[in-house]
Nanobody
Framework: QVQLVESGGGLVQAGGSLRLSCEAS??????YGWFRQAPGKEREFVAG????????????YYTDSVKGRFTISRDNAKNTVYLRADSLKPEDTAVYYC???????????????????WGKGTLVTVSS
């Protein structure tokens, strides 16, 4: 049974940092993505990491609003993907979801309906 479990959300002041974790169990995936949904807004792609070419090479992708502030990484030995969020802004406040896919993706706008599994989400609140 596949499960994705996020952790690391919380309340942080503007300019602060958080590291979100997503531990996958049940199998490994080619792609992991972080998505977020703010109150009253649609879910949006934030960052993704996807196998590219060889089995050990991965590419990373970010939506424009987080480029230079967020960093996605994965630890295959732990089957865990991370999202380091620095210089947080109040507009980053949202529920952050981890998603996984068997397929590979490119670009900075991954389709949510292209992901195979989702976590339940972790809330990030950035105060001004």
């Amino acid at each position: 049974q596949v499960q994705l479990v996020e952790s690391g959300g919380g309340l942080v002041q503007a300019g602060g940092s958080l590291r979100l974790s997503c531990e996958a169990s049940g199998r490994t995936f080619s792609s992991y993505g972080w998505f977020r949904q703010a109150p009253g807004k649609e879910r949006e792609f934030v960052a993704g990491i996807s196998r590219s070419g060889s089995i050990t090479y991965y590419s990373t992708y970010y939506t424009d609003s987080v480029k230079g502030r967020f960093t996605i990484s994965r630890d295959n030995a732990k089957n865990t993907v991370y999202l380091r969020a620095d210089s947080l802004k109040p507009e980053d406040t949202a529920v952050y979801y981890c998603a996984a896919a068997l397929a590979t993706f490119k670009g900075n706008a991954w389709p949510g309906d292209g992901m195979d599994y989702w976590g339940k989400g972790t809330l990030v609140t950035v105060s001004s």
